[in-house]
T-cell receptor, first 114, second 112 residues
Framework: DSGVTQTPKHLITATGQRVTLRCSPR?????VYWYQQSLDQGLQFLIQYYNGEERAKGNILERFSAQQFPDLHSELNLSSLELGDSALYFC?????????????FGEGSRLTVL | DQQVKQNSPSLSVQEGRISILNCDYTNSMFDYFLWYKKYPAEGPTFLISISSIKDKNEDGRFTVFLNKSAKHLSLHIVPSQPGDSAVYFC???????????FGAGTTVTVRA
């Protein structure tokens, strides 16, 4: 158990819909990262928050947005969903905000868009 | 642009033998490298790391080698055990950056 909690574990929805994925980081971790893993692909970095502020942005679509709340949990919002958005979405957390430390990953949220 | 590449999607090895996983990177600013291991239905977990000031780091059965001039690193698992069957991701970061860049992963199957 990494200490990072993601909900929901599985989500099936239709094209055009909007979903919200939630992540609770490990106790004491201030950084939250979101990664997307599509079929047969590596983990693609989407976005990072540190103590409530956006720190880094990767290949995140404009239809996607995220935020980190004062209690440090984070939500990833995916809207106008397309078939290609079907993927495993991972949240990770770390103590610091540099990418040089170990990240602790949640079990992921599997999104299926039909 | 994939800055971290794992060109072998899969590897099959007999129990007790050595597993060698390879990883190449293109960004010369990368100075910290990690390997993560992932079992089905679980998130990736940290396995071993190496800083660019070293060329080797060892932790039990796992050793990571770094060749900076070739922009190449490898993970050796000796001896391989059935519990090592998993997907292994190579990752890299730069000290002036905030994120880890991951490769596509190599699925290791250890045969009994």
């Amino acid at each position: 158990d990494s200490g990072v909690t993601q909900t929901p574990k599985h989500l099936i929805t239709a094209t055009g819909q909007r979903v919200t994925l939630r992540c609770s980081p490990r106790s004491g971790d201030l950084s939250v990262y979101w990664y997307q893993q599509s079929l047969d692909q590596g983990l693609q970095f989407l976005i990072q928050y540190y103590n409530g502020e956006e720190r880094a942005k990767g290949n995140i679509l404009e239809r996607f947005s995220a935020q980190q709340f004062p209690d440090l949990h984070s939500e990833l919002n995916l809207s106008s969903l397309e078939l290609g958005d079907s993927a495993l979405y991972f949240c990770a957390s770390s103590v610091g905000f540099r990418g040089t430390g170990e990240l602790f990953f949640g079990e992921g949220s599997r999104l299926t868009v039909l | 642009d994939q800055q971290v590449k794992q060109n072998s999607p899969s590897l099959s090895v007999q129990e007790g033998r050595i597993s060698i996983l390879n990883c190449d990177y293109t960004n010369s600013m990368f100075d910290y490298f990690l390997w993560y291991k992932k079992y089905p239905a679980e998130g990736p977990t940290f396995l071993i790391s190496i800083s660019s000031i070293k060329d080797k780091n060892e932790d039990g059965r796992f050793t990571v080698f770094l060749n900076k001039s070739a922009k190449h690193l490898s993970l050796h698992i000796v001896p391989s055990q059935p519990g090592d069957s998993a997907v292994y991701f190579c990752a890299a970061s730069a000290s002036n950056d905030y994120k880890l860049s991951f490769g596509a992963g190599t699925t290791v199957t250890v045969r009994a």
